[in-house]
T-cell receptor, first 115, second 113 residues
Framework: EPEVTQTPSHQVTQMGQEVILRCVPI?????FYWYRQILGQKVEFLVS????????KSEIFDDQFSVERPDGSNFTLKIRSTKLEDSAMYFC?????????????FGPGTRLTVL | AQSVTQLGSHVSVSEGALVLLRCNYS??????LFWYVQYPNQGLQLLLK??????LVKGINGFEAEFKKSETSFHLTKPSAHMSDAAEYFC???????????FGTGTRLQVTL
């Protein structure tokens, strides 16, 4: 069964460093998402992406964040200058049509630790 | 704005007992509701979803949920808990044309012998 994959599973970085989190969505999916979950808190929406542009973004997704689909398979989240409060589990998700009833399929997540 | 509230961050049941995980939603328009499960060190897996077709929704692993508009609820149930059901369960909502999911805070289910 096709699944969303994410690398790395765990990333440790120093405050102020740039990180890139990678995701490979399910191959025939067209809509892509990033969510994050700070330890002990709820899963929060960051950004949605379709047709090579951002469809929607949350207040969390400020200028320090960017997303890209550099090729036909990868979907990346870049944090330019990490802060301690960026430490969280980051989940990538994808879906076929992006309509409200669609199921979003999630990857296993990348745990980001900022020291 | 859409939101969901999950009552009880931790629920413990005995193996074979009824599982009831509570979720209440807030939405000014008809919602689409989802239950996801997260096993340790894994991603979020869809258990079931309500998309206005039938109010009682059956999902995987014997779980089901009933949409009750009058109570703004979408509680998750399973008649008989199994040890393998131990996980974190998230209720989520989408409304209108918004494609993003808004999650509750999650409920950790513990199953004891």
């Amino acid at each position: 069964e096709p699944e969303v994959t994410q690398t790395p599973s765990h990333q440790v970085t120093q405050m102020g460093q740039e990180v890139i989190l990678r995701c490979v969505p399910i191959s025939n999916h067209l809509y892509f998402y990033w969510y994050r979950q700070i330890l002990g808190q709820k899963v929060e929406f960051l950004v949605s992406f379709y047709n090579n542009e951002i469809s929607e973004k949350s207040e969390i997704f400020d200028d320090q964040f960017s997303v890209e689909r550099p090729d036909g398979s990868n979907f990346t989240l870049k944090i330019r200058s990490t802060k301690l409060e960026d430490s969280a589990m980051y989940f990538c998700a994808s879906t076929t049509q992006g309509v409200v009833a669609d199921t979003q399929y999630f990857g296993p997540g990348t745990r980001l630790t900022v020291l | 704005a859409q939101s969901v509230t999950q009552l009880g961050s931790h629920v413990s049941v005995s193996e074979g007992a009824l599982v009831l995980l509570r979720c209440n939603y807030s939405s000014s328009v008809p919602p689409y509701l989802f239950w996801y499960v997260q096993y340790p060190n894994q991603g979020l897996q869809l258990l079931l979803k309500y998309t206005s077709a039938a109010t009682l929704v059956k999902g995987i692993n014997g779980f089901e949920a009933e949409f009750k508009k009058s109570e703004t609820s979408f509680h998750l149930t399973k008649p008989s808990a199994h040890m393998s059901d131990a996980a974190e369960y998230f209720c989520a909502v989408k409304t209108g044309t918004a494609s993003k999911l808004t999650f509750g805070t999650g409920t950790r289910l513990q199953v004891t012998l």
